[in-house]
Structure formats: C-alpha cells, structure tokens
C-alpha cells in the first residue's frame, strides 16, 4: 500500500483590516452611507452645522440632531483658481440646498471646474473622500457634492 501522504497547509492568508477612518467635520457621519448631521432648533427647525448656544432665527436654546438628506441642488457657486499652497485648483466652492431644505457649505467634486460644466439648479448627491493618512494609517475624510 501507498503511503499517505501529509496534507499540506494552506499557507495562513493575511486579512488586510481597512483604515481606521475619521471625519474632517464633526457633522459628518461615516459608514456605509455616509450623512451630514445637523443640529435643528426644537422651536423653528433652523439648522446649524456648528455648535449654538441660542437659534439666530428664534433665539431659543433646545435643539436636537437631524439627519441631513443626501440628494441636493446647486443654488450658487464659483471656481476658485487661485488657492492656498498645497490646495489643487480651480475647484467649484458652491452653496447647496438639500431636499430637506438644509443649507450647506460645500465643494462641488467630480466634475470639471468649468461654466459649462457646472449650473445652477444641478442635481447633486452628497459624497465622500479620502484626504489624507496620518502616521499611525487613520485616513481623514471629507465630503463634497458630486452631480446625481
């Protein structure tokens, strides 16, 4: 009879573990489908990105977390061509309006920085990207509106 022979390992496969990731903003909720988190005035729904003390619409002190839609559109924009050092350009800054009415701050991001590429009232949904690594591998992450 033959002799058994020894099965041989498979060789232990190395599972790579994904970045640590953190936020560049505090509103900015990561996971499988990202969010923007706003804090929203219990008494007139006004929303804010920063921390308030007291709404600048009502001036009343109680607000709570919400959850910002993702989808948007373009309400004013321009194209940057002259940035900080280290800061590609040009590149859309832009104003945008969520369907859920909120006002964000944003860059306008996979898309040509040109007038005939970005319009007002354009279809936009919120994104998000890699900005850079730190020692330690914790990728920082921002978001940007790209066109829906």
Do not use: W
């Not at 900080?84 to 996979?110: C, L």
């Amino acid at each position: 009879m033959a002799a058994k022979k020894a099965a041989k390992k498979a060789p232990a496969r190395k599972v790579k573990k994904a970045a640590p990731q953190v936020p560049l903003v505090d509103y900015l909720r990561l996971g499988q489908r990202p969010y923007l988190s706003a804090n929203e005035c219990t008494n007139c729904g006004a929303r804010f990105f920063d921390r308030r003390n007291a709404c600048a619409h009502c001036g009343r002190r109680e607000f709570k977390k919400a959850r910002v839609r993702n989808g948007a559109r373009l309400k004013a924009f321009t194209i940057v061509h002259r940035a900080a050092p280290g800061i590609p350009a040009p590149y859309v800054s832009a104003i945008v309006e969520t369907d859920d009415g909120t006002t964000v701050r944003s860059n306008v991001v996979n898309c040509e920085p040109t007038p005939d590429a970005v319009t007002l009232g354009m279809k936009l949904k919120l994104t998000t990207y890699p900005i850079g690594t730190d020692d330690e591998g914790t990728e920082a992450v921002a978001f940007g509106y790209e066109p829906a």
